[in-house]
C-alpha cells in the first residue's frame, strides 16, 4: 500500500511514516504544502491512503485545509486523521478542522473522545502515541548533553495561561517547581522557559536553559542524563514523549497518573511521583545510585518495544480494513461549522477563539465593534490565537444568580463526554457550560458539574464523588480509614481525645467483626463513622450487584454492633471508582462518596515530620485529609499536626459538617 503522509514537522515525520514503512507499506511525507503542487504530488504517488496528523504547520491554516479537503475529494482518496491535540484543543481545533477537511476516519490519543465523534456520525477509533527506533534509539553518552536532571519539552506559557485547570499545570508543580525551588538544578532544552514565571511561580535560572534542541537529537540527552524529566498533559494519556525517553535509553521519572501503572511497573521500568517532596527524594535517591538507575533503563528499553509505531501502522490499517475504507466505505456525516456560543464568566461574555477565526468575522457574528473587541481584550494588534478566552462584552451583573441550593451534583466518569450527560438529564450542553462556567467541552473524570434541580430533582442520581468541602471558611476534615490491623488505633484516637477532635472514620465491617470494642469507642468519643465496604475489595471490578451486597452488608453489621446505620457517606477501598461504582452507592442511597484531597501516604511510614510538612504545604479551606487507623507514624504525626492547624486558624470537624 502506497500512504501519503501531507507532515513537514520533525515530531510527526519520524514517528507514524517509519512505522508504516516498518510494516511493508511505500511512505511518502510531502514536506511543506506551501513549496509543493499538491495535485502532481498525488498523481505522482498515486496514494492508497492519506493521512494527515495533529495541530501543525500543514494543516492549521484555512487555506490549507481547503486544499487538503480538495484534494482528496477530487482524487477520491481516503483521508484519515489522527488527533493528536485531543481532548484539550478538541472544540478549538480538531472540530473546525474536521469540518473543514471532513476526513473519512478519524484516530485520537483521547479514549473519551471516541464516542464524542461517533456521536456527530464520525467513525473514530483510539490511536495512543509510540516511538520509532529510527530515531528513539541509545546512543553513546555524550558530555556535552550530560546532566544529572534534564527535560526535553516546550513550555508554553501561553497557551497554559488559556487553561488554567489543565492538568499540565499540575505536572508542572509536582515535578518542575520543587526542583527549581530546592536549587536542584534541571538542563532544560525547548522554548519558552525563560517566559514560565507566571505558570511556576519561579524563575528558572537562566544558565539552566539550554534553548532549542533539534528533534532528531533529544535521544543524546536521553542517553547522556541521568534523569528525564517527563511532563504528561492528563491522568488519562500520555504524552509521546513517554515512549521517546524510554526507547532512548533515559531514566524517566514521570507524574504518578493511572496509565502510567496501567502501562508500566513503576520501580522497574520507570519511576513517578505523585507530590513535590516525593520529587526531591526520588531524585536524591537515584542520583546516588547508578546501578539502579541502569538496570531501570534495560527494563525501559525492552517494555516499550510493545508500543512501536510499527505496531500503531498496523493496528491502523486493520482498524480501516475492518470499518471498510479501502472497500468504498467513505465519509457518510454531513458537519457544517457550528455557530459560535459564549459563556459568562464574572462581568463578562467569553467566547473561546477558534481555529480560522478572526477578529473581524468574530465581531461581525456577534455584532460588536473590531476595536471595541480590541479594546476589551487589551490587543494591540488583530492577531488572536486559537484557544484564546476573548471578551466579547460586559454582561448585566445586577441578574439575580442562581445559588448553589438550585443545583444537584453529578461527577463525570471514565469516557462521559457533556454530550452523554446533555442527554442523560434532557438539559442542553451549553447550559451545562454556562452553570459550570466551562470554557469549552474539555471535562475528565472526577470532575464535579452543578446539575440545575429542574433537570434533575426526580432522577435516581449516582452518589457524588467529594474530594473537598461545600461549606466553611478555615475548616478541615482529618479522615481515618480503617481496614486492615488495629495495633495503633488507640493511640490515634488517644490524640484526638486529648484535644477533643471528632472526626469521620471509615471502617470496613470485617473490621468492626473483628474489633467491636474499638469500633464502639470510637462511637463513644463522639466520631462519625462511615462505609469503607466490607471486606475492603476494589470495587472497580465488581458488578453492581456485587458492590451492593459489600454496602449493604456493611450497613448491617454496624447496625449489629454497633446500633447505628453510620453517616449517609462512603469511601471506596483504595480510593477507585468508576461510574458503576457511583451508580452502585447512589442505589444504596449514599448521596456521597468521600476521596480526598491530600493524602498523608502515612501507610508508607514516612517520618511524623514529613506527613505534617506534607498536610501543611497543602492546606487550604474545606480539604479533606486521608490518614489510616494504624499507621505507624499516625499517631504523632495527628498531635503534630492539630497544632499546626490551630496555630493556623484552622478548625477541624467531621466530613459531613462540610457538606451541609
Not at 454531513?334 to 464568566?345: A, I, L
Not at 457550560?433 to 449516582?462: C, H, M, R, T, V
Not at 470510637?522 to 454496602?551: F, M, Q, R, V, W
Request: aromatic share 10%; charged share 25%; with cysteine.
Amino acid at each position: 500500500m502506497r500512504v501519503l503522509f501531507l507532515e513537514s514537522h520533525p515530531m510527526w515525520i519520524y514517528g507514524l511514516p517509519n512505522g508504516f514503512r516498518d510494516a511493508g507499506h511505500e511512505v511518502k511525507v510531502s514536506g511543506s504544502l506551501g513549496e509543493i503542487d499538491l495535485c502532481e504530488l498525488i498523481v505522482e504517488f498515486s496514494p492508497d491512503l492519506i493521512i494527515t496528523m495533529g495541530w501543525g504547520p500543514e494543516n492549521s491554516s484555512k487555506e490549507k485545509q481547503k486544499l487538503i479537503f480538495e484534494s482528496t475529494t477530487k482524487f477520491n482518496i481516503p483521508h484519515v486523521y489522527w488527533a493528536t491535540e485531543d481532548p484539550t484543543s478538541t472544540e478549538i481545533f480538531t472540530i473546525p478542522y474536521i469540518e473543514r477537511t471532513k476526513p473519512d476516519f478519524v484516530f485520537t490519543i483521547c479514549r473519551d473522545r471516541i464516542d464524542y465523534y461517533k456521536k456527530r456520525g464520525i467513525p473514530a477509533d483510539y490511536l495512543d502515541f509510540g516511538y520509532h527506533p529510527v530515531v528513539h534509539h541509545p546512543v553513546k553518552a555524550d558530555s556535552n548533553y550530560y546532566a544529572p536532571l534534564a527535560i526535553v519539552a516546550n513550555g508554553y506559557p501561553k497557551k497554559l495561561s488559556y487553561f488554567p485547570n489543565h492538568f499540565r499545570h499540575q505536572s508542572l508543580k509536582t515535578l518542575i517547581t520543587p526542583l527549581i525551588k530546592n536549587n536542584i538544578q534541571i538542563d532544560f532544552y525547548g522554548a519558552h522557559w525563560d517566559e514560565m514565571r507566571t505558570i511556576l511561580g519561579i524563575d528558572i535560572p537562566k544558565e539552566w536553559i539550554r534553548g532549542y534542541l533539534d528533534y532528531s537529537s533529544a535521544n543524546k540527552v536521553y542517553s547522556s542524563s541521568d534523569i528525564i524529566l517527563g511532563l504528561q498533559n492528563l491522568p488519562g494519556q500520555l504524552t509521546q514523549r513517554t515512549y521517546e525517553i524510554m526507547g532512548s535509553g533515559g531514566m524517566l521519572l514521570t507524574n504518578d497518573i493511572p496509565i502510567i501503572n496501567r502501562l508500566f511497573k513503576v520501580g522497574r521500568d520507570l519511576i513517578t511521583s505523585s507530590s513535590p517532596e516525593e520529587t526531591i527524594e526520588l531524585v536524591k535517591y537515584y542520583l546516588r545510585y547508578p546501578g539502579k538507575r541502569n538496570v531501570i533503563k534495560e527494563n525501559a528499553l525492552e517494555v516499550v518495544k510493545e508500543y512501536s509505531y510499527q505496531k500503531r501502522a498496523e493496528y491502523m490499517i486493520d482498524i480501516l480494513i475492518e470499518h471498510g475504507i479501502f472497500n468504498g466505505r467513505r465519509r457518510s456525516y454531513d458537519m457544517k461549522e457550528e455557530p459560535r456560543k459564549t459563556y459568562k464568566q464574572g462581568e463578562f461574555e467569553i467566547y473561546i477563539v477558534r481555529n480560522g477565526d478572526t477578529l473581524f468575522s468574530i465581531a461581525n457574528e456577534f455584532k460588536v465593534v473590531v476595536n471595541e473587541v480590541k479594546q476589551l481584550n487589551g490587543l494591540t494588534s488583530d492577531m488572536i490565537d486559537a484557544g484564546l478566552p476573548l471578551k466579547i462584552s460586559k454582561v448585566d451583573t445586577d441578574k439575580e444568580l442562581k445559588s448553589s441550593a438550585d443545583y444537584n451534583y453529578y461527577t463525570i466518569s471514565y469516557g462521559e463526554t457533556l454530550g452523554q450527560i446533555s442527554k442523560r438529564f434532557g438539559i442542553s450542553i451549553e447550559k451545562i457550560k454556562i452553570d459550570n462556567k466551562l470554557k469549552s467541552g474539555f471535562i475528565y473524570a472526577g470532575q464535579l458539574l452543578k446539575i440545575d434541580k429542574q433537570f434533575s430533582e426526580d432522577l435516581n442520581l449516582p452518589s457524588v464523588l467529594i474530594s473537598k468541602g461545600f461549606e466553611g471558611k478555615k475548616v478541615i476534615a482529618l479522615t481515618y480509614d480503617a481496614g486492615d490491623g488495629a495495633d495503633k488505633t488507640e493511640e490515634i484516637l488517644n490524640v484526638l481525645k486529648k484535644y477533643d477532635i471528632q472526626t469521620t472514620m471509615f471502617l470496613t465491617g470485617a473490621w468492626v467483626d473483628k474489633y467491636p470494642e474499638l469500633a464502639k469507642r470510637i462511637i463513644s468519643d463522639g466520631h462519625e463513622i462511615a462505609n469503607h465496604s466490607y471486606s475492603h475489595p476494589d470495587l472497580t471490578k465488581l458488578s453492581a450487584e456485587d458492590i451492593i451486597e459489600e454496602l449493604n452488608k456493611t450497613t448491617s453489621c454496624f447496625e449489629k454492633v454497633l446500633g447505628t446505620k453510620g453517616s449517609a457517606l462512603f469511601r471506596p477501598p483504595f480510593g477507585t471508582w468508576n461510574k458503576t461504582v457511583l451508580n452502585a452507592v447512589g442505589e444504596v442511597g449514599i448521596p456521597y462518596t468521600i476521596h480526598w484531597s491530600i493524602d498523608t501516604i502515612d501507610w508508607k511510614e514516612p517520618p511524623p515530620e514529613a506527613i505534617v510538612t506534607r498536610i501543611m504545604d497543602r492546606v487550604k479551606e474545606r480539604d479533606i485529609v486521608l490518614f489510616h487507623l494504624n499507621g505507624k507514624p499516625t499517631a504523632v504525626a495527628t498531635d503534630m499536626v492539630i497544632t499546626e492547624l490551630k496555630r493556623n486558624g484552622y478548625q477541624i470537624v467531621k466530613v459531613s459538617e462540610m457538606l451541609k
